[in-house]
């Protein structure tokens, strides 16, 4: 498979959450192995629900997808683009869904991982920060607000991998990572 930053583990104690340059995580000791397509501004937390994890298999751990904060109560996919959160003394922005790719494929080792991870639509969202603080295991979420336009993680996931009908309305959300909306805008063109 190479070298990949997807092998993430739980750690003790409080961890750093910044604004990070392009390329780079926004959570302190998290490295990032293909900085072109990972990391940076609009990138920099990677949130996935536990309950997401326990409707794939309840035996994968906390950040076998990749994701740099697992959290638990909160329906990450069903989060609004702009929805702000509070988790620790960290602000963070929902920004994009995450877009599943071949090495997610391949760290999982599954037959047709990608088809199926599109297919039941539980992407997880990609965060900017917009307050840096500090994380730690057990700390709640608190929905600090809503955008209300209802173009949840979801709902951006599916504009992106098949309906295509949706796209014009993500030009329509400020909050949406700048790399994504220039793929949306080349794509309604």
């Known amino acids: 498979m190479g070298v990949s930053g997807i092998d993430k583990r739980p750690v003790e104690g409080p961890v750093a959450v910044g604004v990070p340059e392009r390329g780079r995580s926004g959570v302190g000791g998290d490295e990032i192995a293909d900085a072109s397509v990972h990391g940076g501004p609009d990138k920099a937390v990677y949130a996935y629900a536990r309950e997401d994890l326990d409707f794939w298999d309840p035996a994968f751990t906390n950040g076998m997808f990749g994701e740099n904060l697992t959290v638990s109560g909160v329906d990450v996919s069903g989060a609004e683009i702009g929805e702000r959160w509070r988790v620790g003394s960290a602000v963070l922005e929902v920004s994009q869904p995450r877009i599943p790719c071949r090495t997610f494929a391949a760290w999982l080792g599954r037959e047709k991982w990608v088809k199926t991870f599109v297919e039941a639509c539980r992407p997880g969202a990609y965060f900017r ?14 929905v600090l607000s809503r955008p209300g336009h209802g173009m949840s993680v979801a709902a951006v996931f599916r504009a992106i991998t098949g309906e295509a009908e949706l796209l014009p309305r993500l030009l329509d ?17």
């Open 173 to 189: 959300l400020p909050a949406l990572a700048a790399d994504l909306r220039g793929h949306v805008a080349g794509r309604v063109r």
């Open 129 to 142: 920060v917009i307050t840096p603080g500090t994380v730690c295991a057990g700390d709640d979420v608190e």
